[in-house]
Nanobody, 130 residues
Framework: QVQVIESGGGLVQAGASLRLSCTAS????????VGWFRQAPGAEREFVAA????????YYADSVKGRFTISRDNAKNTVDLLLNNLKPDDTAVYYC???????????????????????WGQGTQVTVSS
C-alpha cells in the first residue's frame, strides 16, 4: 500500500519561510513526478508546483513563482517545497501528490491537473498571519 506523507506545516508571520517535505512509504518516489497543491477554506484545490521524476523540470503557479521552490532528493526519497516570503493568502492545507507513470516528463498543463496524480497525502496546514 502506497502512502504519501507531508510534513513541515505551521503557523508563521507574513514574510517568513517554511519548508514542506513529502515522502512515501510502500514505494519510492524517485521514478515519478510529484506535485504540490493547496486548498484554502471555502476554495477549490489549486496547483502550486511540480517536479518531474529526475528534477530536471519544475513548474509553478504564477501566484508562487519566485517565492516557492520545489526540489527533490531521490536518494532520500523526498520532495521538498520551500515557501519564502509567505503571505496571508498562502494560508491553506498543502497536499503532496505522486504520479504513477515512471520516467515521465510532461508539460505544465499535465502537471497542474490534479487528475494526473494517483497518490495523495493527508495534507499539512500552513497558516500565515498578517
Amino acid at each position: 500500500q502506497v502512502q504519501v506523507i507531508e510534513s513541515g506545516g505551521g503557523l508563521v508571520q507574513a514574510g517568513a519561510s517554511l519548508r514542506l517535505s513529502c515522502t512515501a512509504s510502500g514505494r519510492t518516489l524517485s521514478l515519478y513526478a510529484v506535485g504540490w497543491f493547496r486548498q484554502a477554506p471555502g476554495a477549490e484545490r489549486e496547483f502550486v508546483a511540480a517536479i518531474n521524476w529526475n528534477g530536471s523540470s519544475t513548474y509553478y503557479a504564477d501566484s508562487v513563482k519566485g517565492r516557492f521552490t520545489i526540489s527533490r532528493d531521490n536518494a532520500k526519497n523526498t520532495v521538498d517545497l520551500l515557501l519564502n516570503n509567505l503571505k496571508p493568502d498562502d494560508t491553506a492545507v498543502y497536499y503532496c501528490a505522486a504520479d504513477n507513470r515512471p520516467y515521465l516528463s510532461g508539460t505544465y498543463r499535465y502537471y497542474s491537473e490534479s487528475d494526473t496524480y494517483n497518490y495523495w497525502g493527508q495534507g499539512t496546514q500552513v497558516t500565515v498571519s498578517s
